[in-house]
């Protein structure tokens, strides 16, 4: 730190002397050179003073072209085309006996420009020249120009066409230069004052505060950002959509287990055992514990049933299914998982007391094997919304769906039909995402079918209405998010965090 204080007085002094018996400084970095300074001290030492009225100051750029390496070596050596032409004989050459002469790398550009040059004939047995003589090296010439002029660009006077030549085979290279002109400021002095930060005790006994100068404050100066912890778009996201539910009547439902069986993420959905879905192209399954020993026998018997012969007036699947497909684990690929387990616990509910409706929600993180782009990941998190009661209708699916996502801020939504194995009819929910351009899909949707319900003991007349989505993208969307990439990850920039807004209620659609 002292010696950087030194450097910076020594500099400012050097300034202020030259310009008590001069003028002008027309140059500082010419100025450094002549009073043996860093022009980076110079420099600083010129923005200080201006800063407290010492000197004004001005800004010049300066243009200059320089010879790269390769450019030096040719300004010497001469072009390589020329010492090509040079060393073809007047009865010609063969090949490898002019190759012998060159490297490989400089060969190649000989030749090149050689036979641009229209100068040489490549022919099958011999080299020849095809002009007698070349009276001027014109690349050297151009070179020896700029490394003795030292010009400035402006004053250069060497055409463009030449100068997108040498630049294009990267002999030549433009350096910027800043530097300032310096002349006397409002409160020049020969000398720095020292200017005193605080007023202290000893100022006021010995009376030094008289004669001292005191640096000003300044009052609009902006003070030091403020450490604080800072919430990710996610989870700001993920409360505003909780809270959402919890306005809408809905209860949360428990998603602690990341590891779940196949018999509660697929079986009990009535997904096939043969569906693509529950292949490990798709689907991580646990090696340790690879299956599970816990499910509810007369319950798993039903789904066996429903799957192999159907019932309640569905066909089924018609296939031998296997109950140790059912006991694998993996990892949850949809918190579905989740809401089976809950209907389940419903039914049971209801073998003891009368049905009542209810409204369950949850969100949490899934896992599938999917290729990462722009808009997939391995690993994300999954809202899942469901409605159980007597005499709901598609309708009714669609109605509480805009009355979610609008509550978002997301009001321009697009249904397409879809399939899923456990639920019909089925919808796609479509959102505009301004990013994009374009609707993306941000949930699927529909009314779980009767071969999921039934066995689980649900009373006939019960439907259940339910929609899933991923929490990443109605985030991307409210937050112009539009790489995954860039929201959740490893590669997730941390001032992501810090830019934007602390939450973000009171959403508006356009």
């Not at 003795?148 to 060497?158: A, F, H, P, Q, W």
Request: charged share 30%.
């Amino acid at each position: 730190m002292a010696d950087s204080d030194h450097k910076r007085a020594t500099a400012e002094d050097a300034v202020l002397r030259y310009l008590e018996n001069h003028h002008e400084i027309t140059d500082s970095l010419l100025f450094a050179a002549e009073v043996k300074l860093n022009p980076d001290d110079i420099a600083n030492a010129i923005k200080s003073l201006h800063g407290h009225g010492y000197v004004d100051k001005q800004e010049i750029t300066k243009e200059t072209w320089f010879l790269t390496e390769e450019g030096k070596t040719y300004a010497v050596r001469g072009s390589p085309e020329m010492r090509l032409f040079l060393s073809i004989p007047p009865e010609g050459i063969t090949i490898d006996e002019l190759q012998k002469k060159f490297n490989e790398s400089s060969f190649k550009i000989a030749r090149a420009q050689a036979a641009k040059n229209k100068w040489v004939d490549f022919g099958k047995q011999l080299v020849t020249r095809k002009i007698q003589h070349v009276d001027n090296d014109k690349v050297q010439t151009l070179l020896l120009r700029i490394q003795d002029g030292k010009e400035n660009v402006s004053t250069l006077d060497i055409s463009q066409e030449d100068i997108k030549s040498l630049t294009k085979r990267k002999l030549i290279s433009l350096q910027v230069k800043k530097l300032f002109s310096v002349r006397r400021g409002p409160n020049y002095a020969p000398q720095r004052k020292k200017v005193a930060t605080d007023l202290t005790r000893d100022m006021l006994q010995s009376g030094d505060w008289k004669n001292m100068e005191f640096k000003e404050f300044n009052l609009n100066a902006k003070g030091a950002p403020t450490e604080h912890g800072c919430l990710h778009p996610l989870l700001k996201v993920r409360k505003q959509l909780k809270d959402i539910f919890l306005q809408m009547g809905f209860a949360e439902m428990p998603t602690n287990n990341y590891v779940e069986s196949s018999f509660w993420n697929f079986d009990a959905l009535f997904q096939p055992q043969q569906h693509p879905a529950r292949d490990s192209h798709d689907t991580f399954f646990l090696k340790v514990p690879s299956t599970t020993k816990e499910l509810p026998e007369d319950y798993v018997e039903r789904v066996k049933r429903i799957h192999e012969s159907g019932g309640h007036q569905s066909r089924g699947y018609g296939y031998d299914w296997k109950r140790e497909e059912a006991d694998k684990n993996l990892l949850r690929t949809h918190t579905t998982a989740v809401s089976s387990r809950m209907l389940y616990s419903l039914a049971q509910d209801c073998a003891q007391k009368p049905f009542a409706p209810k409204k369950y929600f949850s969100i949490d993180r899934v896992f599938r094997n999917e290729a990462v782009d722009r808009t997939h990941l391995a690993e994300f998190h999954q809202i899942e919304g469901l409605i159980c009661d007597r005499g709901l209708t598609l309708g009714d699916l669609i109605g509480v769906l805009k009355d979610f996502f609008s509550r978002l801020g997301m009001s321009d939504l697009k249904f397409k039909p879809a399939y899923n194995p456990y639920t019909e009819p089925s919808m796609e929910i479509f959102g505009y995402h301004k990013g994009f351009g374009k609707y993306v899909e941000i949930g699927n949707s529909g009314m779980f079918r009767p071969e999921m319900l039934l066995p689980m003991g649900l009373p006939e007349d019960v439907s259940v209405i339910a929609w899933g989505l991923s929490l990443e993208r109605p985030t991307m969307i409210l937050y112009g998010i539009d790489n995954i990439r860039d929201l959740f990850g490893h590669k997730v920039d941390l001032g992501l965090m810090k830019k934007n807004p602390i939450c973000r209620i009171g959403l508006e659609s356009d």
